[in-house]
């Protein structure tokens, strides 16, 4: 077997494609790894010039770069990434390497080139994910960051870092820990205990002020996480998020529920009892100070009503594995013990475990005294199931008056408060929120013959738990 001829069956068992080209680009051999990465034989190539075979976009580039090669005086290699179009028509990504050596046993100059498709589909998925990412980042309002482990340097901040903490980024790029010199001085040391945390491999939830700009009034909620990789923590990244409105919607709901618990109170407290005094000593004006005293009474309910909402509103999204069966008996026993004369039927399994917040036992209570309180009949009926399926059920039904339409969409959550167009109570809102809240829904209906039948959809706390027992 001659030397070109052993050279031939060496390249045939090579995993590259490798090509001779003549100074025009024309195949002049091809081994026969062409044909399991482009599906063509060796002869359909030969013959052929290689530019035909590159996409439009990439035979500029790749001409230039193949010329420039084998024109060159001196020795002379370089390599170039381009699209070739395979025998089903499917484009291929090649990387090829090439030279300017050539002598009279080699029929032209030698190009191997590999398939890098892959390579180039995962660099291109890579790169848009980093746009998206960065755009994301750019445009959050929240304060996106990542550290070393030890908080030595700043490997990430998006630009809502500027607006939030009031500092440059260029401060905190020159000195990783130069935030702490945003945060209130208050509660800078309960930051640098959750950074020790972090960086021993604790994640970190907490709450503080920052921004000396705005005096200090910029709250933020903060979550941060170690990275760790083969039992080392390599990076700390997390969130910071603005929560000043909510913290001063919570600091709002307290200063009322102050003002209404104690002052309005205690007002109506004088109210009722000097009407009581009135109605006892003064028979003519009897009839009037019962008016009042009524009034007073109810005022002081709506009261107690009110801190209910208040608690409920102010544990937003604060939920607990509850048993409703538990809840609604008590409740059916609350309502009563209050209204002996109400007949109060209850049927229900032994346990449904819901998700629920705090307020979901002073919910029911009112759902049910409602259906008592607000019933013209001589014997106010109420009948009170629980069942329990793919979610956890409560229906309240009564043979009282419809419940009228505007006092319906707020349980039901369709109604919007306006000056002209507003509820009649707190009852019901406090009803609606505790079960939104609760992640649940509401329906209301009327029954055949007369009634109410208020329906309470809750999420069942066992559904997706396969240890739970059947009900």
């Known amino acids: 077997m001659s030397r070109s001829a052993s050279l031939g069956v060496l390249l045939d068992h090579a995993q590259d494609k490798i090509a001779l080209l003549d100074a025009d680009g024309s195949f002049t051999y091809v081994n026969d790894a062409t044909e399991r990465l482009l599906g063509y034989e060796s002869d359909d190539l030969v013959g052929t010039n290689t ?18 090669t084998i024109d060159s005086e001196g020795y002379a290699a370089g390599s170039v990434e381009y699209r070739f179009r395979a025998a089903d028509g499917a484009w291929v990504w090649l990387e090829s390497r090439m030279s300017n050596v050539t002598d009279d046993t080699l029929d032209g100059y030698v190009v191997s080139s590999r398939d890098i498709t892959d390579r180039v589909t995962v660099e291109r998925e890579c790169k848009e994910l980093s746009t998206r990412l960065r755009e994301l980042s750019e445009t959050s309002s929240d304060v996106l960051w990542m550290f070393d482990a030890d908080f030595s340097e700043l490997l990430f901040v ?6 939030v903490f009031g500092q440059p980024i260029a401060a905190l790029e020159a000195d990783p820990t130069a935030f702490l010199d945003a945060i209130h001085p208050d509660d800078a040391p309960a930051v640098e205990d959750a950074i020790e945390c972090l960086s021993a491999g604790r994640s970190v939830e907490m709450e503080y002020r920052v921004n000396p700009g705005k005096n200090y009034n910029v709250w933020l909620w903060v979550q941060a996480e ?13 969130f910071a998020r603005d929560i000043t409105d909510r913290r001063r ?12 618990r104690h002052n309005v109170r205690n007002d109506i407290g004088v109210i009722v009892g000097n009407a009581e005094l ?3 000593s003064v028979p003519e004006a009897a009839d009037s100070a019962a008016v009042i005293r009524r009034t007073g009474d109810d005022l002081l309910k709506s009261a107690e009503k009110q801190r209910g909402v208040i608690e409920a509103l102010r544990g937003a ?11 609604v008996a008590a409740s059916v026993d609350a309502v009563g013990d209050r209204y002996p004369d109400a007949e109060i039927t209850l049927s229900m399994p032994e346990t449904a475990t819901t998700c629920g917040t705090n307020e979901l036992e002073a919910a029911v209570v009112e759902l049910i005294e409602n259906a008592v309180t607000h019933n013209e009949a001589a014997n106010p009926t109420v009948d009170v199931t629980v069942s329990v399926d793919d979610a956890v059920t409560l229906i309240v039904e009564d043979n009282g008056i419809a419940i009228p339409s505007m006092e319906a969409s707020v349980l039901t959550g369709d109604h919007e408060m306006d000056a002209l167009y507003h509820s009649s109570g707190l009852g019901f809102w406090l009803i609606y929120w505790v079960v939104e809240l609760s992640e649940g829904s509401i329906a209301v209906e009327m029954r055949e013959g007369g009634g109410n039948r208020i329906r309470v959809t809750l999420p069942n706390a066992d559904a997706d738990d396969p240890t739970a027992d059947d009900n």
């Open 51 to 68: 530019f035909d075979y590159i996409h439009p976009d990439d035979v500029d580039a790749v001409r230039e770069r193949f010329t420039e």
């Open 158 to 163: 998006n630009p809502a870092y500027e607006s």
């Open 317 to 327: 999204g604060s939920t607990r594995p509850v048993d409703l069966t538990t809840i």
């Open 226 to 238: 170690p990275i760790v990789q083969d039992g080392e923590i390599v990076r700390i990244t997390g």
């Open 249 to 260: 919607r919570e600091r709002q709901l307290t200063v009322m529920d102050n003002l209404l």
């Open 278 to 280: 009135i109605e006892e």
